[in-house]
């Protein structure tokens, strides 16, 4: 069936660059996903990758994906206090299906900052 | 738009009442998640709805869990009777087809304790 895997915490000193690892066993997965959830929140939107990509940057955050082994990335540069949060690594088949469909979670990562 | 709206967003309860959570997805969005989160199992999809047509409820954990969406705008989940380990925060998400990948957007969730 399908899995998604993250280790649940990570801890940086504010300013060094954060990465943050996910691995999935769903190889017909379309997109994948990183969610940012902050205390009391809901999950948000923070960037996706199309399976057929290998990097997509937006900013401060760098997606890498390496399909062959069903590993993908998140790496925020210059990490902030704001940065603080659980992320989430996802997977879904996106529309392509011809319909929507529910995502796959990990159980997320915990991002602690250091001063 | 006020984004997805979730109530009550705290709901204390015993063991054997019933409980319902309420969900308003964004406007004009036409699929409509369930989604439920636990320390020990993270964030699982009990349901999701297609222009108000449950889709696929094979999250749903049991019999005492059931969930309707009467209109576009509107739905609801039900627990009864509602068991301690029923404890968990719902989420609620909404998307709208018409993009590739499944960007959803999610409610700030209801916390549920069951004693």
């Known amino acids: 069936g399908e899995d998604v895997e993250q280790s649940l915490f990570l801890s940086v000193r504010e300013g060094d660059s954060s990465v943050i690892n996910c691995t999935y066993t769903?190889?017909?997965?379309?997109?994948l996903y990183w969610y940012k959830q902050e205390p009391g929140a809901g999950l948000q939107l923070l960037t996706y990758i199309f399976s057929n990509m290998d990097m997509k940057q937006d900013q401060r955050l760098t997606v890498l994906l390496n399909k062959k082994d069903k590993h993908l990335s998140l790496r925020i540069a210059d990490t902030q206090t704001g940065d603080s949060a659980i992320y989430f690594c996802a997977e879904s088949m996106g529309y392509s299906g011809g319909g929507a469909d529910g995502l796959t979670f990990g159980k997320g990562t915990h991002l602690i900052i250091q001063p | 738009d006020a984004g997805v709206i979730q109530s009550p967003r705290h709901e204390v309860t015993e063991m054997g009442q019933e409980v319902t959570l309420r969900c308003k997805p964004i406007s004009g969005h036409d699929y409509l998640f369930w989604y439920r989160q636990t320390m020990m199992r993270g964030l699982e999809l009990l349901i999701y709805?297609?222009?108000?047509?449950?889709?696929?409820d094979s999250g749903m954990p049991e019999d005492r869990f059931s969930a309707k969406m009467p209109n576009a705008s509107f739905s609801t989940l039900k627990i009864q009777p509602s068991e301690p380990r029923d404890s968990a925060v719902y989420f609620c998400?909404?998307?709208?087809?018409?993009?590739?990948?499944?960007?959803?957007?999610f409610g700030p969730g209801t916390r549920l304790t069951v004693l």
């Open positions: 709805f297609n222009n108000n047509v449950p889709i696929d």
């Open positions: 769903d190889s017909s997965s379309t997109y």
């Open positions: 998400a909404s998307s709208k087809r018409g993009q590739f990948y499944n960007e959803q957007f």
